[in-house]
């Protein structure tokens, strides 16, 4: 089936016209929100469980329309990546999560933070020099930092963007793979990739307490891992007997609600101050 072209707009159906409209105006909105304090960052503990300790938190957007009230990251992502906003909407939030860290570490509080950056931040080659300069201005060490991408954006097979991930690299800030399993590369086919981190997709783990199929696939994924150097990250941890049996699997770090749901920064700070792994 052919696309239409925009000018041919009366040849789609009602439904599809509305939707349309309503993207337009998600995208304008979000060059609003951009610059009129809309969005912010909430932030998720991973607990190390080596360390037994939290030692990083996961940053994700938040977006309170005034008209439209709490509107999804799942909802305006893809329209950032599609519309061109996508560059300008990564350094927002790498500047506004650096921000934050300088701001904890004046309260004694040191974390290692972790971005979710997507495909389209890796066509242009300026995003390192923009981290850099930024972590030099906030005399902030690269080790504070982690970029999570899914496996299909570091997979796509660009020079451009295998540099940019390798100068990311030799700038000590670190790559995960996010929603590892749900794409279709395997990991073999990642060693290439200057990768640190493999974040098991919480489909797998959400019913893990239930369903031997997901144990299975848990625990050899784990194992594969390890046997490749990486450091494992399982998420969608929602209940005590996951938590255990991802522990007696080795796995090195969990995230989900069972931990924490992700909060505001000053939430989060008190959130942090009192828990305790044991
Ligand atoms: P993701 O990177 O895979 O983030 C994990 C999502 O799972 C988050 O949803 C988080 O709130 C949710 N989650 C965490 N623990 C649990 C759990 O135990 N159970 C369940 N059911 N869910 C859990 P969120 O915040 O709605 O983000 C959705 C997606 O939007 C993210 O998936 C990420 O792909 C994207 N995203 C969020 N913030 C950013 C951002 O700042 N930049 C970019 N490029 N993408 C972002
Ligand atoms: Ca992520
Ligand atoms: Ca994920
Ligand atoms: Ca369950």
Redesign the pocket.
């Known amino acids: 089936q052919a696309k239409a072209k925009s000018q041919d707009i009366g040849v789609y159906e009602t439904g599809s016209d509305e939707k349309h409209l309503k993207q337009i105006r998600l995208v304008n909105d979000l060059k609003i929100a951009l610059t009129e304090d809309q969005l912010t ?2 932030y ?1 503990p991973k607990v190390d469980l080596h360390e037994k300790r939290v030692t990083q938190v ?5 977006w309170f329309h005034p008209e439209l009230g709490f509107i ?3 909802e305006f ?1 893809g329209l ?2 599609q519309s061109g906003l ?1 560059p300008t ?2 350094r927002w ?1 790498i500047r506004r ?1 650096l921000n934050d860290a300088v701001q904890w570490q004046s309260e004694g509080v040191d974390l290692i933070m972790a ?4 495909a389209y ?1 890796l066509a242009h080659d300026d995003l390192p020099d923009y981290v850099m300069r930024l972590l030099k201005d906030l005399k902030l060490s690269s080790r504070h930092l982690i970029l ?1 991408m ?1 496996e299909s954006a570091v997979m796509q097979d660009s020079n451009q963007a295998l540099s940019i991930l390798n100068r990311f690299n030799s700038e000590g800030i670190k790559l995960a793979i ?2 590892y399993g749900t794409g279709y590369s395997s990991l073999s086919q990642m060693k290439s990739l200057p990768v640190d981190e493999l ?1 098991i ?2 489909s797998f ?2 019913n893990l307490d239930e369903s031997k199929e997901d144990q299975a696939i848990v625990q050899s994924t784990i194992e594969m891992g390890h046997n490749l150097g990486l450091t494992v990250v399982a ?4 209940n005590r007997k996951s938590w255990s049996l991802l522990e007696r699997y080795g796995c090195d770090k969990l ?5 924490s ?2 909060q505001n920064s000053q939430n989060f700070l008190q959130w942090f101050k009192e828990y305790d792994v044991n």
């Open positions: 960052m909430f998720q996961e940053a994700l957007i938040r999804p990251p799942d992502i950032a990546e996508m909407l990564s939030v999560v971005v979710n950056i997507s931040d999570e899914t996010d929603d974040k997709d919480m783990v959400l998420e969608g941890v929602e995230q989900g609600y069972y931990i749901k992700p």
